[in-house]
């Protein structure tokens, strides 16, 4: 079985510019869930997608923001990046709505410049 | 004081080691609690998952869960240089927007052949 996927790998990019992350879930996860892992920091939650719907969003400004596609693949989107965006995100997906088990994809890593 | 605390380390042990990894927190709602396992650029891999209070044992792993003090604990049994990884403890409450993950900062542990 397929685990979770994200792309792309790396990305770089300037400040002021925006950023898109993908996530696929595991075959038949409804949840999608959203952190980043920036250096000294650890692992902070960002959103909460299932059903296509945002259930829950962490302490992050509006400029993070993403969607749940029908197929419950999402997107993270980063406008106005900032020199501390830089980070790994990571996805992670979960079988049932409020399930506490959740598996992670290997991240996306963003440097911002 | 934030939610989950978990020893900074680093640690470092000779091949054969018990090991023990600790966390505490002081949200009483959590209920749901994980240690992760995290290589140098990976995405965090479940390891154990225990529901409230309890031991909870996986091979050469034992989760540890105290609600009562507020700590849980992760022991490796004779241990490996291919346990030499990043640990992160996790926990959550039940269900709903409650589902997000909040994470110790994790240690990062080595075991010297």
């Known amino acids: 079985e397929a685990g979770v996927t994200q792309s792309p790998t790396h990305l770089i990019k300037t400040r002021g510019q925006q950023a898109t992350l993908r996530c696929s879930p595991i075959?038949?996860?409804?949840?999608v869930y959203w952190y980043q892992q920036a250096l000294g920091l650890g692992l902070q939650f960002l959103l909460w997608?299932?059903?296509?719907?945002?259930?829950n969003r962490g302490n992050f400004p509006p400029r993070f923001s993403g969607r749940q596609f029908p197929n419950y693949s999402s997107e993270l989107n980063v406008n106005a990046l900032e020199l501390e965006d830089s980070a790994l995100y990571l996805c992670?997906?979960?079988?049932?709505?409020?399930?506490?088990?959740?598996?992670f994809g290997p991240g996306t890593r963003l440097l911002v410049l | 004081q934030k939610e989950v605390e978990q020893d900074p380390g680093p640690l470092s042990v000779p091949e054969g080691a018990i090991v023990s990894l600790n966390c505490t927190y002081s949200?009483?709602?959590?209920?749901?609690f994980m240690w992760y396992r995290q290589y140098s650029r990976k995405g965090p891999e479940l390891l154990m998952y225990?529901?409230?209070?309890g031991n909870k044992e996986d091979g050469r792993f034992t989760a540890q869960v105290d609600k009562s003090s507020k700590y849980i604990s992760l022991f490796i049994r004779d241990s490996q240089p291919s346990d030499s990884a990043t640990y992160l403890c996790?926990?959550?409450?039940?269900?709903?927007?409650?589902?997000?993950?909040?994470f110790g900062k994790g240690i990062t542990l080595s075991v010297r052949p």
């Open positions: 225990t529901y409230s209070s």
């Open positions: 075959s038949g996860h409804t949840s």
């Open positions: 997608y299932d059903e296509g719907e945002e259930r």
């Open positions: 992670a997906s979960s079988l049932v709505q409020g399930v506490e088990t959740q598996y």
């Open positions: 996790a926990m959550s409450a039940r269900g709903g927007a409650n589902s997000k993950l909040t």
């Open positions: 949200n009483s709602a959590f209920q749901y």
